[in-house]
């Protein structure tokens, strides 16, 4: 079993920055997965905002390529988003996920893992 917890989040006015941490625990059968943050903004579907893929490639939605950066460490246990620039349209429900494969990263049903989510309010 594999438990995903976030950390960080909170309300900032736009043009701010905020972090999020994901520890992952447990006992996860194999490291060659994709770990992510999605979000979800009031009436939107879940987007991939960013992920890191088994080869430790980062990938991004267009809307936070150049605002937002995408971490992991070594043990592949902690993920860090760090996201400046904030605008509004940033405010959703951020998730941190885990897949079980390495393929197709960018779609949100690939992931099986979900942590309970963190609040990201930005203010204009």
């Known amino acids: 079993q594999v438990q995903l917890v976030e950390s960080g989040g909170g309300s900032v006015q736009a043009g701010g920055s905020l972090a999020l941490t994901c520890v992952v625990s447990g006992n996860p059968r194999s490291r060659d997965v994709c770990t992510a943050w999605v979000r979800q903004a009031p009436g939107k579907e879940r987007e991939v905002a960013a992920l890191?893929?088994?080869?430790?490639?980062?990938d991004y939605a267009d809307s936070v390529k150049g605002r937002f950066t995408v971490s992991q460490d070594s043990a592949k246990r902690t993920l860090t988003l760090q996201m400046n620039n904030l605008k509004p349209e940033d405010t959703a429900m951020y998730y941190c996920?885990?897949?079980?494969?390495?393929?197709?990263?960018?779609?949100?049903?690939?992931?099986?893992?979900w942590g309970q989510g963190i609040q990201v309010n930005v203010s204009s």
């Open positions: 996920a885990r897949s079980l494969g390495a393929d197709a990263c960018k779609r949100t049903e690939r992931y099986f893992y």
């Open positions: 890191i893929d088994m080869s430790r490639r980062a």
